[in-house]
């Protein structure tokens, strides 16, 4: 029996699953679920039960951008006193900015049947004492969506992928958050 087909077919094997680990470990990112779940965690334990909460909102598309802003008073995760509100959405508590970071539902299939669905990415800075958000930025793009049938039926069709360009739908929301207790 010739050992070395055996020797290279080894080498290959080993050498396979260095790439695949090589691959895995520089297209893994840290989850943004996990500090967003220890930052709610402090909130809660450390909670505020009055606080004085303004937000700055900043919608951005290529062609346009908007602005808002929020200065409310909270008190047991309620809105005691709105001084401002120039948002298109209800008064903001810290626990409704933690529900907008976890509830982002895709749109789905926005172009080519279900070829392309409208996706939005958060990202968030944490106060490092008492948990809440500080900056949230969501941006919403059209991207692939490969798993469905869609997706390779307009391929087939178009002769090439399927066009879902994130430049031509980006929508970027930045809210910029301040938290001041009020004793």
Do not use: K
């Not at 680990?21 to 709610?40: K, T």
């Not at 929020?70 to 709105?82: A, F, I, K, P, S």
């Not at 789905?108 to 944490?126: H, K, L, M, N, S």
């Amino acid at each position: 029996m010739n050992s070395r087909p055996a020797r290279l077919l080894a080498a290959a094997s080993v050498g396979l699953a260095l790439a695949c680990f090589a691959l895995a470990a520089v297209l893994w990112r840290p989850s943004g679920a996990d500090a967003a779940q220890a930052a709610q965690q402090r909130w809660e334990a450390i909670a505020t039960p009055r606080y004085r909460l303004q937000i700055e909102e900043v919608y951005r598309r290529s062609y346009l951008e908007a602005r808002c802003a929020q200065d409310v008073d909270v008190e047991g995760e309620l809105v005691v006193t709105v001084r401002q509100n120039s948002c298109p959405t209800p008064p903001q508590t810290v626990t409704s900015l933690f529900l907008q970071l976890q509830d982002l539902e895709p749109v789905r299939c926005i172009t080519f049947g279900c070829a392309c669905d409208f996706v939005g990415e958060p990202r968030a800075e944490y106060d490092t004492r008492l948990g809440h958000p500080r900056r949230i930025n969501i941006r919403w793009a059209t991207v692939p969506n490969w798993r469905h049938p869609d997706y390779w039926r307009a391929a087939w069709q178009l002769r090439s992928p399927p066009r879902c360009t994130p430049a031509n739908t980006a929508v970027d929301r930045t809210l910029t958050v301040t938290l001041t207790p009020i004793p």
